[in-house]
C-alpha cells in the first residue's frame, strides 16, 4: 500500500489546533490586560492618550489588507495563477514589515521620551501606567514576532508556489499559511482598541 | 487479522542504510516507533537521575546537615522536582507509549504528521538541555521549587531564566504531540475502527492531547512573564508596580492542575488495556471508562484554585474551586469501579504487569482519596503545604501514572524488543518497591498531620522517628527499582524470543510480529468490533 497518502483536511484541522493554542497563548495576556484594566481603569485610560492613534490606525489598514491580498493569492492558485499568486504573496510580505517599521518608529518615539519598562521616567509615572506600557511592549512585542515569523512563512510559500511545489492540487500548505495570518490579523485588530481606542 | 501480518518482517529498530551513523539515523527518523523508543529511554533516564535526587534528599533528612547545606538542599529539591514532573512524567507516557502504540492500536501507519513528531522529539532533547545546562551555567543551580513561583523566581540570583526557558522548549514539544495525536485519532483510524470501537488508551491520549493544546499555553505565557520581569523589570507579579504575585499563582496552576490530568490520564488508559488481558473479560463500562477521560479532562480545567486555598481568595471561590474538585472525584471513581467489575469473575492470571496494575488502582485510591481530604477547605488550612500533600501527590503522581509506565514497560516490553523478560525478578523487584513505597510516602501523611511542612531542610526532634522509617522505604523502594530495571535491561538482550502475542491480548498491536516491521501493518486492517470480545471466545 502507498505510505505517502497526502490528507490536506487532516493538515488543515492540525493548523486550527496550533491556532487554538496561539489563541490561549495571547489568551495569557489578554487576561492580565482585563484583570489590570478592572483595578486601574482611569491610569489606562490616561496612558492610552500617549499611544500615537493615527500610526496605530495606519497599521491597522496596513494589516487588513495584507489578509486580503493572502487570501486572493490563495484564490489565484486554485485557479492554477501561480505566478499571481506568488506576487500577492509578496505583497503580503511587503505589508507586513511596513507594518514592523511603522511599529519600529512608535515604539522608538516612546523610547526616546523615556517610557519603556523599568525606566526611570515610567516608574515615576502610576501603577497604572507602568502595567499599560508593560502590557502594551509587551502583547505588541510578542505580536510583532508572529508577524515577523508570518513574513518568513510566506516567503517559503513564495519559494514553494514559483517552483509549483504548491499548485492547484496541494495547496493545503498555503491555506494554512493564510489562516495563520489571519489570525496574526485577528489579533490586532483586539489589540488595536485595546491600546489607542479606549482613551 | 490477517494471515500476511503474521509474516517475519524486518523489525523496525533495524540499520536502514540511509544515513552513515546509527545515531543520525535514529535522530533523523520519523518511524513513530523509532522516536517512541527514544522517548522512551530518555524518560526512563530522567527518571531514575530525579530519583537519585530523592533518595538524596530522603538521606539528607536523616541527620539535616550531613549530607548538604540548606542551599544545596533547595537545589536538590527544586531539580528534582523540575526533572520528574518536567522531563518525566509530563511527556511520559504519551511521548512513549503514545508514540509507539496509538498508530498501531488505530491500525495505522504513522501519526498524522511524522516530521512534526520528529520536531517534537528535538525540542525535547533541546529543552532537556538547556534545563541541564542551568545546572551547570555560571552561577547556582535553580532553588525556588519546581513551581517556580513569584516573585522569589524574580529576584533569586540563581538560573532561574535559562530553566525556565528550558520549560518554554518542553512544552512547545509537548503542545506538538497533542496536536499530532489528537489530528492522528481524528484522522488515521483503519477503515471500520469507529470511535466507540478505539481501545481506551486512545481515548486517553486524546483527552490528554486536548489538555496539552489547551493548558500548556498558558504555561508558556506565564514563564514568558518571568523571564520579561527578571530581564525587562515588567512588574505584572510584583505589588510595588502594580502587579500581585498571586496572580502568578493563577496562571501557574491553570496549566499546572490539568497537567496533572496531562500525567494521569494516559496511566489510566493503560491500566485499562492490562486489566481486560489478564482477566479475559471484556472492558467493563467501556464506554463510560472512555467517556470519563473526557469528563476528566474537561472539569480538570476548571479546579486549579484548591492549590490556592491558603494563598488569598475570596471565600466564594474557594467554596466553588472545593465544590469542583469534588466533581473531579466522580469520573476518577467511575473509572477504578470498572477496572474492579472487569476483574470480577474474571479469569485472573497474575503476571507481571497486572500485579503493576493492580498496584496502581490500589495506590491511586489512596493517593486520590487523600486529594478529597485536602480539597476540602477545613482541612486544608491545616494540610496546606506539609508533608501530606507531599505523600499526596507522590501517591498520585509516582503510585498512580509512575506504576502505570512500569506496568505498561512489562506489557508492552514483549512487542517493543521482541523479548520476554524474567517473571519472577519483576515480581521480587515489584514488591521491594510496593512495600517501599507505602512506607516511604505513608509515613509523610503522618509527619504532615503532625504539622511538619514540606521543603524544610530541618526539623524538630519530634519528627525524627518518622522522617527515619520514611527514609528506610526510600531504600527499598530504590532496590526495587534497580531489580526491576535490571531485569528489564538484561531480558532486552539476552531475553528469550517473546511470540507475537504473549498474554492473549486482543488488540491490533497483538497482531503484528514482535517487535513490529517498519510500516506496522502489511495489509490494512480492517476492523468489525469492539476492542475488547472476550466474551464470545469463552462462549465457544
Same mark, same amino acid.
Given at each position: 500500500m502507498n505510505s505517502e497518502r497526502i490528507d490536506p483536511?487532516?493538515?488543515?484541522?492540525?493548523?486550527?489546533?496550533?491556532?487554538? !493554542?496561539?489563541?490561549?497563548? $495571547?489568551?495569557?495576556?489578554?487576561?492580565? +490586560? =482585563?484583570?489590570? #484594566?478592572?483595578? +486601574?481603569?482611569?491610569?489606562? /485610560?490616561?496612558?492610552?492618550?500617549?499611544?500615537?492613534?493615527?500610526?496605530?490606525?495606519?497599521?491597522?489598514?496596513?494589516?487588513? !489588507?495584507?489578509?486580503?491580498?493572502?487570501?486572493?493569492?490563495?484564490?489565484?492558485?486554485?485557479?492554477?495563477?501561480?505566478?499571481?499568486?506568488? #506576487?500577492?504573496? =509578496?505583497?503580503?510580505?511587503?505589508?507586513?514589515?511596513?507594518?514592523?517599521?511603522?511599529? $519600529?518608529?512608535?515604539?522608538?518615539?516612546?523610547?526616546?521620551?523615556?517610557?519603556?519598562?523599568?525606566?526611570?521616567?515610567?516608574? #515615576?509615572?502610576?501603577?497604572?501606567?507602568?502595567? $499599560?506600557?508593560?502590557?502594551?511592549?509587551?502583547?505588541?512585542?510578542? /505580536?510583532?514576532? /508572529?508577524?515577523?515569523?508570518?513574513?518568513?512563512?510566506?516567503?517559503?510559500?513564495?519559494? $514553494?508556489?514559483?517552483?509549483?511545489?504548491?499548485?492547484?492540487?496541494?495547496? =493545503?500548505?498555503?491555506?494554512? !499559511?493564510?489562516?495563520?495570518? /489571519?489570525?496574526?490579523?485577528?489579533?490586532?485588530?483586539?489589540? +488595536?482598541?485595546?491600546?489607542?481606542?479606549?482613551? | 487479522m490477517t494471515s500476511k501480518n503474521e509474516a517475519p518482517a524486518a523489525p523496525f529498530y533495524g540499520r536502514t542504510g540511509k544515513y552513515r551513523w546509527v545515531l543520525a539515523e535514529w535522530m533523523m527518523s520519523t518511524d513513530h516507533k523509532r522516536i517512541g523508543v527514544m522517548y522512551l529511554m530518555a524518560v526512563i533516564s530522567f527518571f531514575s537521575v530525579g530519583v537519585v535526587l530523592g533518595f538524596m534528599i530522603r538521606l539528607s533528612l536523616l541527620d539535616p546537615g550531613w549530607l548538604m547545606d540548606q542551599q544545596t538542599y533547595n537545589e536538590f529539591f527544586t531539580l528534582h522536582g523540575v526533572i520528574q514532573i518536567f522531563l518525566f512524567i509530563i511527556p511520559g507516557i504519551p511521548v512513549a507509549f503514545?508514540?509507539? @502504540?496509538?498508530?498501531?492500536?488505530?491500525?495505522?501507519?504513522?501519526?498524522?504528521?511524522? &516530521?512534526?513528531? &520528529?520536531?517534537?522529539?528535538?525540542?525535547?532533547?533541546?529543552?532537556?538541555?538547556?534545563?541541564?545546562? %542551568?545546572?551547570?551555567?555560571?552561577?547556582?543551580?535553580?532553588?525556588?521549587?519546581?513551581?517556580?513561583?513569584?516573585?522569589?523566581?524574580?529576584?533569586?540570583?540563581?538560573?532561574?531564566s535559562t530553566a525556565v526557558l528550558g520549560v518554554f522548549i518542553l512544552g512547545f514539544s509537548s503542545i506538538l504531540t497533542g496536536l499530532n495525536f489528537v489530528t492522528t485519532i481524528h484522522r488515521m483510524r483503519a477503515p471500520g475502527m469507529r470511535w466507540f470501537r478505539m481501545p481506551a488508551f486512545p481515548w486517553t491520549l486524546y483527552a490528554t492531547g486536548w489538555v496539552q493544546m489547551l493548558a500548556t499555553p498558558i504555561l508558556a505565557i506565564t514563564l514568558l512573564f518571568i523571564v520579561l520581569g527578571r530581564f525587562f523589570g515588567i512588574g505584572f507579579?510584583?505589588?510595588?508596580?502594580?502587579?500581585?504575585?498571586?496572580?502568578?499563582?493563577?496562571?501557574?496552576?491553570?496549566y499546572s492542575h490539568p497537567a496533572v490530568y496531562i500525567m494521569v490520564l494516559p496511566a489510566m488508559g493503560i491500566i485499562s488495556e492490562i486489566v481486560p488481558v489478564f482477566s479475559r473479560r471484556a472492558l467493563f463500562g467501556y464506554a463510560a471508562i472512555c467517556l470519563s477521560a473526557l469528563g476528566i479532562a474537561i472539569v480538570g480545567y476548571a479546579v486549579w484554585g484548591h492549590h490556592m486555598f491558603t494563598s488569598g481568595m475570596s471565600d466564594t471561590a474557594r467554596v466553588i474551586f472545593s465544590f469542583v474538585t469534588f466533581l473531579v472525584a466522580v469520573p476518577s471513581g467511575v473509572k477504578i469501579f470498572n477496572w474492579v467489575a472487569t476483574l470480577y469473575k474474571g479469569s485472573i492470571s497474575l503476571d507481571a504487569p497486572l500485579v503493576f496494575a493492580l498496584s496502581f488502582i490500589f495506590l491511586f485510591s489512596i493517593g486520590g482519596l487523600t486529594g478529597l481530604i485536602i480539597g476540602s477547605l477545613a482541612p486544608n488550612l491545616h494540610l496546606h503545604g506539609t508533608y501530606f500533600?507531599?505523600?499526596?501527590?507522590?501517591?498520585?503522581?509516582?503510585?498512580?501514572?509512575? @506504576?502505570?509506565?512500569?506496568?505498561?514497560?512489562?506489557?508492552?516490553?514483549?512487542?517493543? *524488543?521482541?523479548?520476554?523478560?524474567?517473571?519472577?525478578?519483576?515480581?521480587?523487584?515489584?514488591?521491594?518497591?510496593?512495600?517501599?513505597?507505602?512506607?516511604?510516602?505513608? %509515613?509523610? @501523611?503522618?509527619?504532615?498531620?503532625?504539622?511538619?511542612?514540606?521543603?524544610?531542610?530541618?526539623?524538630?526532634?519530634?519528627?525524627?522517628?518518622?522522617?527515619?522509617?520514611?527514609?528506610?522505604? %526510600?531504600?527499598?523502594?530504590?532496590?526495587?527499582?534497580?531489580?526491576?530495571?535490571?531485569?528489564?535491561?538484561?531480558?532486552?538482550?539476552?531475553?528469550?524470543?517473546?511470540?507475537?502475542?504473549?498474554?492473549?491480548?486482543?488488540?491490533?498491536?497483538? *497482531?503484528?510480529?514482535?517487535?513490529?516491521?517498519?510500516?506496522?501493518?502489511?495489509?490494512?486492517?480492517?476492523?468489525?468490533?469492539?476492542?475488547?470480545?472476550?466474551?464470545?471466545?469463552?462462549?465457544?
Open positions: 483536511q487532516g493538515k488543515k484541522m492540525g493548523m486550527w489546533f496550533f491556532l487554538f !493554542t496561539e489563541i490561549l497563548f $495571547f489568551g495569557g495576556m489578554f487576561l492580565l +490586560y =482585563a484583570i489590570f #484594566r478592572s483595578l +486601574y481603569s482611569r491610569e489606562f /485610560h490616561a496612558a492610552a492618550a500617549e499611544e500615537n492613534l493615527l500610526l496605530g490606525t495606519i497599521n491597522t489598514v496596513i494589516l487588513l !489588507t495584507s489578509s486580503l491580498t493572502i487570501a486572493l493569492s490563495i484564490s489565484a492558485l486554485r485557479r492554477g495563477e501561480n505566478l499571481l499568486s506568488s #506576487r500577492l504573496q =509578496a505583497a503580503t510580505i511587503l505589508m507586513g514589515l511596513a507594518f514592523l517599521v511603522i511599529k $519600529f518608529f512608535e515604539w522608538k518615539a516612546k523610547i526616546v521620551l523615556g517610557i519603556y519598562p523599568d525606566s526611570p521616567v515610567l516608574l #515615576r509615572l502610576g501603577k497604572g501606567e507602568i502595567l $499599560f506600557f508593560g502590557l502594551y511592549y509587551m502583547m505588541t512585542g510578542l /505580536h510583532g514576532l /508572529h508577524v515577523l515569523v508570518g513574513c518568513a512563512v510566506i516567503a517559503f510559500m513564495v519559494f $514553494f508556489t514559483r517552483r509549483e511545489t504548491i499548485n492547484r492540487g496541494n495547496y =493545503a500548505r498555503l491555506e494554512n !499559511t493564510g489562516l495563520y495570518w /489571519h489570525f496574526v490579523d485577528i489579533v490586532w485588530i483586539y489589540l +488595536y482598541p485595546l491600546f489607542y481606542l479606549i482613551t | 503514545g508514540n509507539i @502504540f496509538l498508530p498501531i492500536l488505530l491500525g495505522a501507519q504513522d501519526v498524522a504528521f511524522p &516530521r512534526i513528531n &520528529r520536531l517534537s522529539w528535538w525540542l525535547y532533547v533541546t529543552g532537556a538541555l538547556v534545563i541541564l545546562l %542551568s545546572l551547570f551555567m555560571h552561577g547556582r543551580p535553580p532553588d525556588t521549587g519546581w513551581t517556580f513561583y513569584a516573585p522569589y523566581s524574580i529576584q533569586t540570583p540563581a538560573n532561574i507579579f510584583d505589588p510595588s508596580r502594580g502587579g500581585d504575585p498571586i496572580l502568578y499563582e493563577h496562571l501557574f496552576w491553570m500533600i507531599v505523600g499526596h501527590f507522590h501517591y498520585v503522581m509516582f503510585g498512580g501514572a509512575g @506504576f502505570s509506565i512500569l506496568a505498561g514497560l512489562h506489557y508492552w516490553f514483549p512487542k517493543i *524488543t521482541g523479548r520476554m523478560y524474567s517473571e519472577k525478578r519483576a515480581k521480587l523487584g515489584w514488591l521491594s518497591l510496593f512495600v517501599g513505597f507505602n512506607v516511604l510516602y505513608f %509515613s509523610m @501523611f503522618v509527619l504532615g498531620y503532625q504539622g511538619m511542612p514540606r521543603r524544610y531542610f530541618d526539623y524538630p526532634p519530634e519528627y525524627h522517628l518518622n522522617h527515619v522509617i520514611s527514609t528506610v522505604g %526510600s531504600w527499598f523502594l530504590a532496590a526495587g527499582l534497580i531489580v526491576i530495571f535490571a531485569n528489564l535491561i538484561q531480558s532486552a538482550f539476552r531475553g528469550e524470543k517473546a511470540p507475537m502475542n504473549p498474554w492473549g491480548g486482543k488488540t491490533l498491536e497483538w *497482531t503484528i510480529p514482535s517487535p513490529p516491521g517498519a510500516e506496522n501493518f502489511r495489509e490494512m486492517p480492517v476492523i468489525r468490533e469492539g476492542a475488547y470480545n472476550y466474551e464470545e471466545e469463552a462462549v465457544r
